[in-house]
């Protein structure tokens, strides 16, 4: 369909150049949309069907690097540098090193150009302006722009890399028609009394999942970014991810979530199209009943795992030996100190977390648990950083002059504790135990009759170690998409 564009970067250039087709994740938002006839062009072509995972149309799936670090798109050939699929490359590859984005206000639609691009940092203004006003005339043509409606992914999120060389009044318009433009707004830490009060007027507030507090996301931003919106007087809060934009809780408020549900559902068909990514995630038990009934697909997924403080604060009986044994044998061993958490802990910390980490890894990780750590390093740096702005109480332990250990964690209810993180040396035998059963003794002193510990996120070892402690619930946790 692009066949009349032409490529400003020559293919001499490209063949020696080692930026394009490969990238650093697995799930890197920038790896190419594929629409409906481009993934048939391409599989025609000869690629295989398995790197779509969806035929009606997605961003390809990435493969590893098999002479390198890192990941390629499948089509690339990294012996030749050739695309394999090169006449019938989809057009988002066409366009590079122009891209396709939303403004940083998610108000209009630009053109603007890559300064990952090697060849484009050389390229004179004049002859870089001369391209993107031909490019720019052929993207506003109907047919073009009927294209982009039907696949908005085409037009990717704003990225501070890329250039901004003019605006498409008639793409952006298009994509506006007959849509409710919905604007919404980053999430910022003053959003935080805004969202805890919508929680606690929401379904599921009694018994509430770790989900449902705002420390819980605002940590993860440095991988989604996060934004939020008030429909029909409830407040939506959306994740934007690699593949797109989901909704991180359901619709925050009082009343029937009929119509703030709709609606949300309507802003994340207009940003996905018809991807799969569109759903809504972290819906407590209260709200099945309500989306079953208005017709949604209810889909559970990990649950919390919930123990009785007095369980895990006193670990008493039979069923608690372990636990108690390895808590007795680092005050034995070791004699530490449990303190509460100062910010000034927090370079220790950071390093302690480095160490850890290491640690896991050196004991076998898999690749889905490498990758969580990796993740969970943004996450921990956040918490450790703005602990009192997010609300989070946190505690380590020392041995000798030294922080081995830390925890971090937030009231969901008065009397619902939850612990978001825990970091222990692996080396110290007990310390993780003990850093736990102390945690659990303080938020118990403070009222709490429940530790919720979150979900296991699918990791065996993890799932183990909350199981070493008998929970006395697991609450369930749903996604819901439309049906
Ligand atoms: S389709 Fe071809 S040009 Fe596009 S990313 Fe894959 S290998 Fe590169």
Known sequence: MAGSLLQIVPSATCLHCEVCCRFPERDSFLRPFFTAEE??????????????????????????????????????????????????????????????????????????????????RDLSSPATNQAAHELAQWIEKDTTVEILARYPRLIGRFQDDVIVLRSLERVTERLQQGSAVVTTRALTLPDREHIETALMLSAGHDMPLAAASFAYHYIWRHLLSYAWVDLHNHMCLFAESPDGVFMALPPLGTGPIAQPLDAAFRVMRERNGDSL??????????????????????????????????????????????PRAACNRF?????????????????????????????????????WGRAL????????????????????????????????????????????????????????????????????????????????????????????????????????NYIVMES
């Open 373 to 476: 750590l990796q993740d969970a390093a943004g996450a921990h740096e956040t918490a450790l950083s703005f602990a009192h702005e997010l609300g989070l109480i946190g505690a380590v332990v020392r041995v000798g002059d030294r922080i081995r250990a830390y925890t971090m964690g937030m009231w969901l209810s008065p009397v619902m504790f939850c612990v978001l993180l825990e970091v222990a040396d692996r080396n110290i035998a007990g310390l993780a135990p003990f850093i736990f059963r102390e945690f659990c003794r303080q938020a118990r002193a403070n009222g709490a009759c429940w530790i919720n510990t979150m979900d296991d996120s699918g990791l065996p070892g993890l799932a183990r170690s909350k199981q070493w402690y008998h929970p006395a619930r697991l609450l369930p």
């Open 277 to 322: 990514v569109t759903r809504v995630e972290n819906v407590p038990e209260a709200c099945v009943a309500e989306v079953r009934k208005l017709g949604y697909r209810v889909i559970a997924k990990d649950a919390d795992y919930l123990y009785a403080a007095d369980d895990v604060a006193d670990l008493t009986g039979e069923p608690y030996k372990s």
């Open 39 to 120: 993934i048939e062009n391409a599989t025609t072509a000869g690629l295989s069907p398995k790197h779509f995972s969806n035929p009606a149309g997605t961003q390809i799936d990435l493969v590893q690097n098999p002479v390198d670090e890192g990941y390629i798109c499948p089509a690339f050939d990294p012996a030749t540098s050739h695309c394999r699929i090169y006449d019938v490359r989809p057009l988002d590859c066409r366009l590079y090193p122009f891209a396709l984005m939303w403004d940083a206000m998610h108000a209009q639609v630009v053109l603007g150009w890559d300064t990952k691009c090697p060849y484009m």
């Open 331 to 367: 005050l034995r061993e070791q004699g530490g100190v449990f303190e509460p958490y100062d910010p000034r802990d927090r370079t220790a910390c950071l390093s302690l977390f480095h160490e850890w980490s290491e640690q896991k890894q050196e004991a076998g990780a898999d690749d």
